[in-house]
Nanobody
Framework: QVQLVESGGGLVQPGGSLRLSCAASGFTFSSYAMRWYRQAPGKEREWVARITSTGGSTMYADSAKGRFIISRDNAKNTVTLQMNSLKPEDTAVYYC???????????WGQGTQVTVSS
């Protein structure tokens, strides 16, 4: 069955870094664009970053530009989000999403908690 499993979350001090990973299985990973979203307490889920199915193009929300880097390894069916210069407002549950190219079919992971606090 389809699975997206995020890992790498945790508690980090402001200014620190975390590297989130999402391991995919049960579908043809290279046919899906991958995206990261996050949801802070009491707020709606928001898009953070996306990468095309080939990895040739990336895009970031303004809040992530210059600090986060999304990448993927189609041989290992993984997508990562390198987060640098973290701020308290980055605190949220981070979700991995797979969107099939040319379709609305998409899958979600269960999320991983990121807490930025001193």
């Amino acid at each position: 069955q389809v699975q997206l499993v995020e890992s790498g979350g945790g508690l980090v001090q402001p200014g620190g870094s975390l590297r989130l990973s999402c391991a995919a299985s049960g579908f043809t990973f290279s046919s899906y664009a991958m995206r990261w979203y996050r949801q802070a307490p009491g707020k709606e889920r928001e898009w953070v970053a996306r990468i095309t199915s080939t990895g040739g193009s990336t895009m970031y929300a303004d809040s992530a530009k210059g600090r986060f880097i999304i990448s993927r390894d189609n041989a290992k069916n993984t997508v990562t989000l390198q987060m640098n210069s973290l701020k308290p407002e980055d605190t949220a549950v981070y979700y991995c999403n797979a969107l099939r190219v040319g379709s609305t079919i998409n899958y979600w992971g269960q999320g991983t908690q990121v807490t930025v606090s001193s």
